[in-house]
């Protein structure tokens, strides 16, 4: 078994008196695409919203690398090396590619002025044009493209590409095939699998199980703010996982009919 | 440069990229409502006439620079038009009746701009009110303000010379052209507006605000703090817009500004900058500025009656409007 990554404790979080997330407990390893999945409203949004400091949890403990952290905020997060990718929020569309992918952490000349030191373009350019090299993305995109010129399956490229570049621990991918055609959900599928072979930890929500026995080698179930399952990818299959989400046994509303899950899958 | 990797297909010649910008369709249109009038009465050309458009421009231009930045970051202020009447209200009252000495009486003008910027953003980003509805009550509260400590009654005129007097409203001779001080005030201040929002970081956090506010807040972009900076060196550029127009006409009126804060939102739109954030340039507005002069000037001395001027103005914002939208539309995928 490879070394923990990322550990949380009995993380709990409410918004007014609803409880969006109680005690969840999950761990991350090195190398390990997790999917995590969950029907609307079973508490992965607010999950992973603690994880990336968006909105900081009430109680428990989040370990990296067996160290006790403390995220507060979206920096804190980055710092940590745990890089988010938020459904269609990740990408500011009137920039150009090479200031997205530096955005919060834009190389800049003269840092002693603070917020008014002037970017270092030529830098800017150097290191995106060979990023989106690195990541085999370069043969039609040019770092001083605007975003909004650009397919969503190429905006999700460059999302996660950004994540990559600062060598992120744990890169979070929150339904990045949401809206995407057949084509672009494979080349996003297998860039998943590129960033897991390149030594990251992807934790991967998505609502379309059938992308989960494409690319997860585990796969987490959350249901009203709990985590109901863990199971190895391989050891299981479609129905069973989609039971889990129902939280109801769905061999047996189905008559226990076997070739459901295989017509399904 | 990483120009010789890019695909022949993508690298468009780099002049029609550039051309084919709002900024750039605005410079045209500014160039033939120019051309227009001067050929309509050469007495537009007059250095007479120029200098009074210069003497102008500062004063609602100043505004349409901050106006540009908060814009870009996705929020816009109503309220600077009240903010250009209360801050030289503030201002004279406590200079005149021997509260203060001008100076002080100035900064303390100023930080009541601070303030009502401050209350603006405040509430914008922490209470989640839109900036229409919030800056629009902030225009009834600053504007009921300035009538009330002033009785309605217009200030009588400050007329000692001084120090800074000279430094917001001083005038000079540059050959036949009469020009004020303020113009220094307004170069200085589009120079480093245009610098902040082109070249430094925290231009580059202004335009992901606004084009994207959650994705900025996931990078780690402080947003409501600079939304909030914003408001504040919006309604502060206004007070001192205010303060420049008060010494140069030595009077100060609780309804000066009335209707401004629609011209200058005018001005900044027309320069191309996006009423929906994320996109800004400090060089349009400069143009839209100069244009919105120009025809308020022009039209008149081109003989068209003066109460058919907001025809005018009114059609050709619409049609800048238009053309911008549809250079956005042909160069964007949604």
Sequence with gaps: MTAEVLRLANLRKSFGSVSALKDASMTLREGEVVALLGDNGAGKSTLIKAISGVHPVDGGEIFVRGRKVSIRSARDAMDLGIETIHQDTSLAPDLSIARNLFLGREPVTLPFLGVFAPLDFTELRRAASALLKRVGISKNLNADALVNTLSGGERQSIAISRAMQFAAKVIILDEPTNNLGVEETHGVLRFVKEVRDAGHTVLFITHNIHHVFQVADRLVVMRHGEIVAEQVVADTDLLTVESIIMGADMSTLLGGSKNHAEAAG | ?334
């Design chain 2, 1 to 334: 440069m990483t120009a010789v990797t890019e695909p022949m297909e993508l690298s468009r010649p780099r002049w029609r990229t550039t051309v084919a910008t709002p900024q750039f369709a605005s410079l045209a249109i500014l160039a033939l409502v120019l051309v227009v009038f001067a050929v309509g009465n050469p007495n537009f050309l007059s250095p007479l006439n120029i200098s009074n458009m210069v003497a102008y421009l500062p004063e609602l231009g100043i505004i349409a620079l901050g106006m540009t930045l908060l814009l870009t970051a996705g929020e816009f202020d109503l309220s600077v038009g009240a903010v250009f009447a209360l801050g030289p209200v503030v201002v004279m009252l406590l200079a005149q009746n021997g509260i203060v000495d001008i100076g002080p009486a100035l900064l303390i003008g100023l930080l009541v701009c601070v303030a009502i910027g401050a209350i603006n953003g405040l509430i914008v980003t922490k209470i989640g009110i839109s900036s229409f509805l919030v800056t629009l009550s902030m225009l009834l509260i600053v504007r009921g303000a300035a009538l009330y400590i002033t009785q309605g009654f217009p200030l009588k005129s400050w007329d000692q010379p001084g120090f800074f007097v000279t430094l917001l409203a001083g005038s000079f001779e540059l050959g036949s052209f009469r020009l004020y001080t303020s113009l220094w005030w307004f170069i200085a201040l589009t120079l480093l507006a245009a610098y902040t929002l082109n070249y430094s970081k925290l231009g580059n956090w202004i335009s992901a605000i606004g084009s994207n506010r959650n994705a900025a807040i996931a990078r780690g972009v402080p947003a409501d703090t600079v939304k909030i900076w914003l408001f504040i060196l919006t309604s502060v550029l206004a007070g001192l817009a205010g303060m420049i127009s008060a010494f140069r006409i030595s009077a100060a009126s609780p309804v000066a500004g009335t209707g401004y804060e629609l011209e200058v939102i005018a001005m900044v739109v027309v320069g191309g900058t996006a009423l929906t954030g994320g996109h800004g340039t400090i060089f349009g507005t400069i143009v839209g500025a100069i244009m919105l002069r120009a025809i308020r000037n022009g039209i008149v001395l081109v003989g068209v009656p003066g109460l058919a001027f907001n025809i005018f103005v009114g059609a050709i914002i619409l049609v800048m409007l238009i053309l911008h939208a549809m250079i956005r539309n042909r160069s964007t995928r949604r």
